[in-house]
């Protein structure tokens, strides 16, 4: 279910660890969590938060560099 990235903040994070709405909205851009943006707008699929531990964004080179 799309919930209201305000709405989100304040069932699942304290007060000093809400991300920001910039925030919600690149992990959704980046796909690191299914959501939709609407109207500039972030809303998260909640249930996705509720059955996932790590959320973090993608790495820009996914690549593997075995050299390093």
Known sequence: MLKLWTKTNQQWFTKDSRPSKAVWCRLIESGAIPG?????????????????????????????????
């Open 36 to 68: 939709r943006i609407l109207a500039g707008t972030p809303y998260i699929e909640e249930d996705y938060l509720a059955s996932n531990i790590v959320i973090a964004l993608k790495p820009e080179n996914d690549m593997l560099n075995l050299l390093e």
